[in-house]
């Protein structure tokens, strides 16, 4: 969980303390809430939203009680910690995979049980919104919610335990334990991650995520990307509203510019945010990297001249996938990056059109695969003088590569 921060607007909030993951101008979170409570009734809420009430009651999750989360967790252990942010401590713990009951550990299912920090910034709202919106949505690129406790004091979630830990994580961390991605594997995460924005897009869903970034990307043992944490998510626009008027709050660096400066949130939004992330795999470098030289701290700003033309991309590419790549599936990703990050909010594509793009450049890639050995067997065939059959074919030179995606290179989306 990155840094978060939140500009705080009095909005009537029963809930004071929920205000950013790390807001410095927030107090303690003063609720101390068991089951349903009046302080969070539909009189402090918007017309459309839901109540405590009916949010605990339709979600599709098991309740906990926090003696078993405590006994999953073996009193939550400092060697359990999977990860700590805003609002807590994140712990690994283990639970019978038909009766969730908590057992030994290795004897069950690993689980990943969030609490809440007390004396945390990001408080109860966040964690009903957690519960809200994965306790109804079930998708493969969205974590899985298995239950939550409200107990007393207590707020706590119980995830399925992604074993790979975040995109954040492979991408930036040095170690034995985190190799870099390869390039494959980049568009595999990227691909799935957006299948899970482009269903939150959805007419069924309907929301808005707000806080996508690459800690809040979860890596299955095969790599299949899944979204977690959504104490930010909102509910989309409805009727003939365009956005919905909104504290500004994400994670520097990721914010869409329009957010920023008005408050007004889309779905738009959420592809500009793809469009860092897209940018930050593409390069291996962070979105805001304070220890880079002069001029490269903020990674869109200095990336986007380098983005639009063929032979200066090389600049942005991450020197440990050199040979990895096919030029005109670099030169792909990184026109679909500068459209996301289009500083007109309609200019971007929508999530669909962006999850057809990465189908297409992966089924490429596979035709590419299986051609592989035939034209090496060709190539071995072919007669070793003249000067155009013995000439090694360019692997590293964007110039002159031709895209297989789209139609025009410089529009991939809106040429669909």
Not at 1 to 16: L, V
Not at 59 to 75: E, G, Q
Not at 313 to 322: A, G, S
Not at 391 to 406: A, C, D, I, Q, W
């Amino acid at each position: 969980m990155g840094n978060c921060w939140g500009a705080r607007i009095k909005d009537g909030s029963p809930h004071p303390g929920a205000s950013g993951m790390f807001s410095k101008s927030g107090g303690k979170d003063g609720s101390r809430l068991s089951g349903c409570s009046s302080r969070a009734s539909s009189a402090s809420m918007p017309p459309n939203a839901k109540t405590e009430c009916e949010i605990l009651q339709s979600a599709n999750v098991k309740v906990f009680s926090f003696s078993n989360l405590k006994s999953a967790t073996r009193n939550f252990r400092p060697d359990s910690v999977l990860g700590e942010g805003g609002f807590g401590s994140v712990y690994k713990g283990w639970i019978d995979e038909n009766t969730l009951a908590p057992c030994r550990p290795g004897t069950g299912i690993a689980v990943a049980v969030k609490r809440l920090n007390q004396e945390g910034l990001q408080g109860h709202r966040e964690w009903l919104a957690e519960v809200n919106y994965l306790g109804q949505f079930c998708h493969p690129n969205l974590v899985k919610l298995i239950g939550y406790c409200l107990e007393d004091e207590h707020r706590l979630l119980v995830y399925e335990f992604m074993p790979r830990g975040s995109l954040e994580n492979h991408l930036f961390r040095r170690g034995s334990y985190f190799q870099p991605l390869s390039w494959n594997l980049r568009m595999k995460v990227a691909l799935g991650a957006a299948k899970g924005l482009a269903y939150l897009h959805s007419a069924e869903a309907k929301v808005i995520y707000r806080d996508f970034k690459t800690s809040n990307i979860l890596l299955d043992t095969d790599y299949s990307a899944k979204l977690s944490d959504f104490g930010l998510a909102k509910d989309g626009p409805v009727g003939e509203k365009s956005h919905v008027s909104t504290r500004v709050m994400g994670t520097y660096g990721y914010a869409a510019p329009e957010y920023l400066s008005t408050g007004h949130l889309t779905a738009k939004s959420d592809i500009y945010s793809f469009g860092v992330v897209l940018l930050e795999m593409l390069s291996g470098r962070r979105a805001i990297d304070k220890n880079r030289p002069q001029g490269e701290h903020n990674l869109v700003e200095w990336a986007r001249p380098y983005l639009t033309h063929k032979r200066k991309i090389f600049r942005v590419l991450d020197t440990r996938l050199e040979g990895q790549y096919s030029l005109s599936g670099a030169q792909t990703i990184a026109t679909l990056a500068l459209e996301c990050l289009s500083y007109e909010a309609k200019m971007r594509p929508s999530m669909d059109a962006v999850v057809t793009i990465l189908e297409e450049l992966q089924d490429s890639c596979e035709a590419e695969k299986h051609q592989e050995p035939k034209a090496a067997t060709k190539q071995m065939s072919a007669p070793v003088s003249g000067s155009k059959s013995s000439r090694k074919p360019r692997r590293r030179s964007l110039g002159g590569t031709k895209e297989t995606v789209g139609t025009n290179p410089k529009s991939l989306a809106h040429s669909r």
